[in-house]
């Protein structure tokens, strides 16, 4: 039962992730037996600079890609699965290009990505795989004419480039990823967004009866990291109620104010905040403001 919650969690995540650069399909049926494509992305015609945040995930989207995540470590007939999956979908565009009667180019044939937590270096070579000067530690390239790759997450380095992929890895890998994800600031692209279904997948699993030591360690890793972005949003809420009290009393006490004095009001700490609200009280004009805004930044 876990497996599909993390499937799904999957899924949704690196459609949040991908979404802003280029088509995303989830669970995109093809041909033959019914399967289904995890991910299919396509990108936009026009690339985005700001896909370098997505780090080496970010690499990946520079092409057509098929996306194949693993909770557990992918099996030899998986990762065949995943190759057949690529072949079907290349052989539709051969048959779409021939009707249209254009020609197919490479680029535009997808890159197959097989997400594994883990992987043995037997498994490894029974694919052929080698490991490629450009790429880092862990992306593993089948022969080129496969067109894919197996990415073992748990031995990316620990960088940031590496980031939103390490977020589906599981373990002590995966906390970690969280626990990095959390330390960037409140408005750095996709965290808070990222976090959103973190502590989703953690109500998931909560109401789960049959959970494994993995998940359950998951869980209260990110009980504590949960309790402090609650807290803090409620912090945030109460600050940003304030701040907008204290603009409007000032309004009605020494009339408008300039924006670089109200930047300045919204950098204040909550209690800063309510110190004003009750000094303010005896201001009779803006320069009464701007004196005790210069005395907390002594």
């Not at 699965?81 to 680029?107: F, H, P, V, Y």
């Not at 599981?170 to 960037?184: C, D, F, M, Y």
């Not at 000094?279 to 320069?287: E, G, W, Y």
């Amino acid at each position: 039962m876990t497996r599909f919650i993390h499937d799904k969690f999957a899924k949704d995540y690196l459609e949040e992730l991908l979404k802003d650069y280029g088509e995303v399909k989830a669970s995109e049926k093809v041909s033959g037996e019914i399967k289904e494509i995890d991910v299919l992305f396509t990108p936009a015609k026009q690339q985005s600079s700001n896909l370098q945040i997505l780090g080496l995930l970010g690499r990946f989207a520079q092409q057509p890609a098929i996306i194949e995540p693993y909770r557990n470590p992918a099996s030899t007939d998986e990762i065949c699965d995943c190759i057949l999956k690529l072949l079907e979908i290349k052989a539709l565009l051969r048959r779409e290009a021939k009707t249209n009667k254009t020609k197919l180019q490479d680029s535009e044939i997808p890159k197959l990505w097989v997400l594994t937590p883990t992987i043995s270096e037997t498994r490894l070579s029974s694919f052929g795989t080698i490991q490629k000067a450009a790429w880092l530690s862990g992306v593993h390239f089948l022969p080129d004419a496969l067109r894919t790759a197996i990415v073992a997450i748990h031995q990316l380095p620990q960088t940031p480039e590496t980031l939103w992929l390490r977020l589906l890895g599981r373990g002590n890998v995966q906390s970690q990823a969280i626990i990095e994800l959390q330390a960037l600031p409140l408005d750095y692209p996709y965290q808070k967004a990222t976090l959103e279904l973190v502590y989703n997948l953690r109500e998931n699993l909560r109401v789960n009866q049959e959970l494994e030591a993995d998940d359950r360690e998951l869980i209260m890793r990110l009980e504590p990291l949960y309790q402090k972005d609650r807290e803090q949003a409620i912090q945030e809420g109460n600050k940003q109620g304030e701040q907008r009290l204290v603009l409007r009393l000032l309004n009605r006490r020494i009339g408008e104010i300039d924006t670089s004095l109200i930047e300045q009001i919204q950098s204040l700490s909550l209690e800063q905040l309510e110190n004003l609200g009750e000094a303010l009280l005896d201001f009779s004009s803006v320069a009464d403001l701007e004196t005790w805004l210069n005395q907390q930044s002594i």
